[in-house]
């Protein structure tokens, strides 16, 4: 079941609807209410410049969650939206009913409103943060499968590669014509495993779009990653002398 998102704003949704869908079925399955709210995405350029201008609200009798998204961080939106769904679940319990006046300085002046307000802080905060560790823990994941992956496979190429290289040095060596090895079979594993750790990297891509610590590690992995490619092509080199070498003594 999930959210129906209307964007009445300038932002571009299509990549944080997605978390937004993501949290959402996290705070449903914690706070087990049955039903999702509608969700409506509000520009307002003078709420936004007022210092302490409005970021969210829930209205009951319709189930919309309105949340105004105007120079606001895509992270704070989602704080936001968890708040105002720990409301729809006491919505949906009955908290709603018979309440009284919810004007200015509601929070203050009534006991039970009070108390709703207390646990959509505290839900609403510890729900989204839950989720957002168990988002960036499941990425960490990801990268460790990927890196796991790229050893397990660089290793394979190298065994390979040094036997192949091996074999066609020998005949050479020995007058048997150039050296012959299966490369097609080589290439095929090759482009198999690059295909692999491309499905990895598209992957983790749509996920880490909106985190900009995750951003950043990618960039730095990218950059380890040519570091690394350097490093085996001069040690193909190293190799492929020291056979040469020993095949050329007398």
């Not at 571009?12 to 969700?39: N, V």
């Not at 410049?49 to 989602?78: E, S």
């Amino acid at each position: 079941m999930g959210c129906d998102i209307t964007n009445n704003s300038d932002m571009d949704m299509g990549e944080l609807s997605l978390l937004i869908g993501d949290l959402a079925a996290h705070i449903q399955d914690t706070m087990k209410f049955k039903s999702m709210p509608a969700i409506t995405m509000q520009d307002d350029d003078e709420n936004a410049d007022a210092l302490l201008g409005r970021t969210a609200q829930y209205d009951p009798q319709n189930k919309v969650i309105t949340v105004y998204v105007t120079r606001r961080h895509p992270k704070d939106i989602m704080r936001s939206i968890a708040h105002e769904f720990i409301h729809h679940a006491q919505n949906e319990r009955g908290e709603f009913e018979n309440v009284g006046s919810m004007g200015e300085g509601y929070a203050q002046a009534d006991d039970h409103l009070r108390n709703m307000e207390k646990e959509a802080y505290l839900q609403g905060n510890m729900c989204f943060r839950d989720w957002e560790d168990g988002y960036k823990r499941n990425l960490m994941e990801s990268i460790h499968r990927q890196n796991s992956f790229k050893r397990r496979n660089n290793t394979m190429k190298i065994h390979k590669w040094k036997n192949n290289e091996l074999n066609r040095l020998l005949m050479e060596k020995f007058g048997l014509a150039e050296g012959e090895y299966n490369r097609s079979e080589e290439e095929e594993e090759n482009e198999e495993g690059e295909e692999q750790l491309e499905e990895i990297d598209t992957r983790e891509e749509d996920e880490a779009f909106n985190d900009p610590e995750a951003h950043a590690a990618r960039y730095k992995k990218s950059k380890k990653k040519d570091e690394e490619e350097k490093q085996e092509e001069s040690f193909r080199d190293s190799v492929r002398t020291l056979m040469e070498k020993i095949i050329n003594l007398k």
